[in-house]
């Protein structure tokens, strides 16, 4: 029986094509169906409303201000990450001994289940047990009886989400710009130092740039995982204290899931949406360009 | 690298110093939840007790609460049961898939390999609302067939790039020469290319079973009932009575749970982030 | 313009292991073209690197200019280097490449285009430019490394295989391009090669490293004609030199003055020789004392206008030592496989080694019967 390529190609890949477009496609475009309509968890019918769930959402201060701590969130987040993971790939790039269980201490935090790390730094971040506030009052910063209420201020608890959710991805960046820096050749840093540049002139005239598109692979992804993240805020703060933490991805679980209202959850959640074809965009231009070059 | 003496010194001082550093920061949670489970409960509420050391001698308690009076082997297992089940599955759609793209449709799979790639960064916090209606439609409402259906639809697309960078890499004269040897196109690709890729098979079953622990979301949304739950969901959510966290036998299940995941990923790091740069880096 | 030594210099990476560079003790002339020959582990690039910079003695000094520069990371050792793979930054177009150890040095910002465009028009390049590397050909990268090395006029040049890279044509001329350049900028110059056509070639001397150690310095005629010892004789000349070992002896001579002995001047009548010969210069002249062996050939190789023929002696002292002759271009004579032929070695091609240090000693005479 004689095949042509293509045919047994489109035979082999479709299975894979129909599942995913079951499971991605159908529930991606239900969720603009939903957003438009009057779905309740338990209801029935289905009808057309036309923009009023995003009108109701856009008028409410909760979805302002989680859209606003959507971006503070992952902005801030990305920050932090970008000049870490900088460092450390840096500091991890040349061969030491000890190496691999370093890289393997790093990596935790990203390797384990990122409710289980979460719940272990909402323990460390306890109101009343907190071993950091511990360490304050023994070190004389911060006096018994007032010490900081890492997840019940406001300022304080949008410090502490930015702060675990940066330390659940620097080992993800960090193994990434590390797979860029050992992707230059020793010849290159070597040239520079011959060329009488010193370690920070071939740092920001050599390296980074010579890494930059693998950077712009790491902020996307980061980009991406942050805004739609929502297991490190659930888990810390379930949004509070007074929706202060609440983003974007949180607030669709407590609207549509656990308020019932699938139609105001499903509307919030197409907000997400721009982010994600912005990023798509980006990452097919890398993927493109690495193709050409 | 390549300085005089005092520089090199100072250079090799701060090196060591970022490192001890990271280390410390990255891995402290982990450090603690070991301290944690084998402190008596009194000894954990106290204020005036230094909290880095035991003050009171460990003690097994936690680790006996944990596995007698909860259900967290129960969840270990639907764990690991919903995590063999989604491999298979994503073996089963994403070998083949992945073959064909690189192999037998040119540049048009080229394309449709990134648009698939693309699908997994469609996040579960757009799809879990009307996914959660779809469910219940199908009737799988709190049981764990549906993330069983749910969850292949980001290890598939993953699993789909990372294979395809890797039957890209196999020399094509092999299969020439095995089809000049008789075997038809399909025929080198069972017998030849997939016993060649068995470890890039492997990464793949690796990560999708990382994937499934790691999932939150999905569990969360679908799964009601108590003892159907994963582990990443019931640890964090169900160990907790009302307001009262059992935080020795929490910080064991996390750290029991996380060390062999933590372990196995990390052996294939490596593989993952290659399909993570997206040929960025060559 | 400087001169570089070495004393003692040593490198050992790993503890315990034979050193990848032992006790080099080597000097430039000003504004030599020395070149380091040896085969790959020989240690010629780690000690290239060292003079670098690059790489740390583990003993023994490194002079330039008559300074000990041990101590100077490389920016400030006044050198210039250009790699096997250019290591052209890829993120540059070819003029950002170019200025780049001009900035780095700090030189006055109004004199880089002046410097630039002097080098880029002493390459060639000046319309290249706008290019980034990859967009070049090899060539063309090979020249714009060369420029980003002399943009700033360093007081040595340092090349580390700079043609490996390049296919077998384009390597010729760029060695003569290479070599010219070299002689017009007359800039002291180390140059690490395994390839023994580009030492001969281009090297006003020539330091042979085996095995970290230096087994001869010398011009190319030296090391080809005065081999110091049996690798230096063995690694240079293609086919190699050929050895006879006897007793506490080894003796050699070179492929091309194995020769049929009626091609020599003096063992027939000179008409007869004319007759076999078409062209006159490859002839041996009067060449003395000859040592006559046979020779029985057993496999051919044509190399177009030569012949080289593999086979072994037969009789006589060294009998079924396996030799090899290198018969020039222009002989007419049909050899076989399996025939047998009066060859002779002229005595002043003789070359005597010590077994034992396997170091050339004075000729002898040894019985070869």
Redesign the interface.
């Known amino acids: 029986m004689a095949m042509t390529n293509r045919k047994l190609g489109v035979l082999m890949f479709s299975p894979a094509i129909i599942y995913v477009l079951a499971v991605v496609g159908v529930p991606f475009v239900l969720a603009f169906v939903y957003a438009v309509g009057d779905v309740k968890i338990a209801s029935v019918g289905y009808h057309y409303v036309g923009l009023a769930n995003f009108r109701s959402v856009l008028e409410s201060p909760t979805f302002r201000r989680s859209l606003y701590d959507s971006i503070i969130f992952t902005v801030g987040t990305q920050v932090v990450v970008l000049v870490g993971s900088t460092v450390l790939s840096l500091a991890l790039k040349d061969r030491f001994t000890g190496r691999g269980f370093i890289r393997f201490l790093i990596l935790l935090p990203w390797v384990a289940p990122v409710s289980l790390g979460t719940i272990g730094w909402k323990w460390i971040l306890d109101s009343i047990y907190s071993v950091i506030n511990w360490v304050l009052v023994h070190l004389h910063f911060v006096r018994p009886f007032d010490t900081p209420m890492w997840l019940g201020e406001p300022t304080l608890a949008m410090i502490s989400v930015i702060g675990v959710e940066s330390w659940r991805l620097l080992p993800f960046s960090t193994v990434i710009l590390l797979a860029g820096l050992t992707a230059i050749p020793r010849d290159i840093p070597e040239a520079a130092a011959v060329d009488g540049a010193g370690f920070w002139r071939t740092l920001f005239q050599i390296t980074i740039p010579m890494i930059l598109p693998i950077v712009n692979v790491a902020i996307l992804f980061g980009v991406i995982f942050v805004f739609t993240d929502m297991t490190v805020v659930y888990i810390l703060t379930r949004g509070g204290p007074y929706d202060t933490t609440q983003v974007l991805p949180s607030l669709a679980f407590f609207t549509g899931i656990l308020g019932s209202d699938l139609a105001e959850g499903a509307a919030i959640s197409i907000f997400l949406v721009p982010i994600l074809v912005a990023v798509a965009y980006f990452m097919l231009r890398v993927a493109s360009r690495a193709e050409v070059g | 690298m390549v300085s005089g003496t005092g520089r090199r010194v100072f250079g090799g001082l701060v090196h060591a110093l970022v490192l001890m550093a990271f280390s410390v920061l990255l891995a402290f949670p982990f450090y603690w939840m070991l301290i944690t489970i084998f402190k008596r409960t009194n000894d954990l509420y106290n204020l005036q007790n230094n909290p880095f050391k035991f003050n009171e001698k460990p003690t097994l308690e936690h680790l006996q609460l944990l596995f007698h009076d909860t259900l967290y082997l129960r969840w270990v297992a639907n764990t690991a049961f919903v995590g063999a089940i989604v491999v298979l599955i994503t073996l089963v759609l994403a070998v083949p898939a992945a073959y064909a793209l690189a192999r037998l449709t040119g540049r048009w799979g080229e394309r449709l390999g990134i648009a698939i790639f693309l699908t997994y960064l469609v996040p579960p916090t757009l799809l879990f609302i009307p996914l959660s209606r779809l469910v219940a439609i199908l009737g799988l409402q709190d049981s764990l067939w549906s993330l069983i259906v749910v969850y292949p639809s980001f290890t598939v697309p993953f699993s789909i790039w990372l294979l395809m960078g890797f039957f890209k890499s196999i020399p094509r004269e092999l299969e020439d020469a095995a089809m000049v040897d008789g075997l038809t196109r399909f025929g080198a690709f069972v017998k030849l290319v997939v016993p060649i890729s068995v470890s890039g098979i492997l990464t793949v079953v690796i990560f999708s079973f990382t994937l499934v622990t790691q999932e939150f979301v999905y569990a969360l949304t679908f799964i009601s009932s108590e003892a159907h739950q994963m582990v990443g969901v019931g640890v964090p959510i169900f160990l907790v009575r009302g307001d009262v966290y059992y935080w020795g036998s929490l910080m064991a299940a996390c750290l029991i749970t996380s060390l062999p995941i933590a372990l196995l990923y990390n052996l294939f790091l490596d593989r993952f982030i290659a399909g993570f740069t997206v040929g960025a880096v060559k | 313009m400087a001169i570089v030594e070495t004393r003692k210099l040593t490198k050992v990476f790993k503890q315990g292991q034979p050193g990848a560079v032992n006790h080099v003790d080597l000097e430039t002339r000003e504004g030599e073209f020395l070149v380091f020959l040896g085969p790959s582990g020989s240690g010629k690039t780690t000690l290239l690197r060292m003079i ?3 790489e ?1 003695p583990t003993s023994g000094e490194i002079l330039i200019g008559g300074n000990v520069v041990n ?5 400030e050792r006044r ?3 250009v ?5 052209l ?4 177009t070819v003029y950002q490449n170019i200025v ?2 001009l ?3 700090k030189v006055k910002k109004e004199l880089h285009k002046q410097k630039v465009e002097w080098a880029s028009a002493l390459l060639g390049i000046g319309r290249l430019l706008d290019r980034k590397p ?1 967009e070049l050909s090899g060539g063309e990268r090979q020249r714009v490394a060369l420029a ?1 090395a002399i943009v ?1 006029e360093p007081s040595v040049f ?1 090349l580390d295989e700079p043609l490996s890279n390049l296919d077998a044509k384009l390597r010729a001329s760029a060695r003569e391009e290479l070599e010219q350049f070299q002689k017009r900028v007359g800039t002291t110059t180390i140059y690490v090669t395994h390839d023994q056509v580009e030492a001969m070639a281009m090297g006003d001397r020539v330091v042979v490293l085996n095995q970290g150690t230096v087994r001869q310095i010398g011009t190319p005629q030296e090391v080809y004609d005065q081999p110091a010892d049996t690798f230096v004789a063995t690694f240079l000349g293609s086919p190699p030199m050929n050895l006879l070992e006897t007793d506490d002896l080894i003796v050699g001579f070179r492929p091309e003055r194995f020769l049929p002995s009626g091609l020599v001047a003096g063992s027939g009548s000179t008409d007869e020789i004319a007759s076999r010969m078409k062209t006159e210069h490859l002839l041996l002249a009067d060449v003395g004392k000859r040592v006559p062996l046979r020779f029985r050939v057993e496999y051919i190789e044509y190399l177009g206008a030569e012949r080289i023929l593999y086979g072994a002696l037969e009789g006589g002292r060294f009998p079924g030592k396996a030799v090899a002759s290198r018969i020039p271009s222009g002989v007419t004579e049909r050899y076989e496989a399996n025939s047998v032929h009066d060859f002779i070695v002229p005595e002043s091609e003789l070359k005597f080694f010590d077994r034992a240090s396997e170091k050339r000693v004075a000729p002898k005479a040894i019985p070869w019967q």
């Open positions: 670098a910079g690059l740390t101590h100077l990371p490389p920016r050198i210039a280097m790699f096997q793979s250019y290591a930054y890829p993120h540059l780049f150890p900035k780095a040095q990859r980003r700033r340092l």
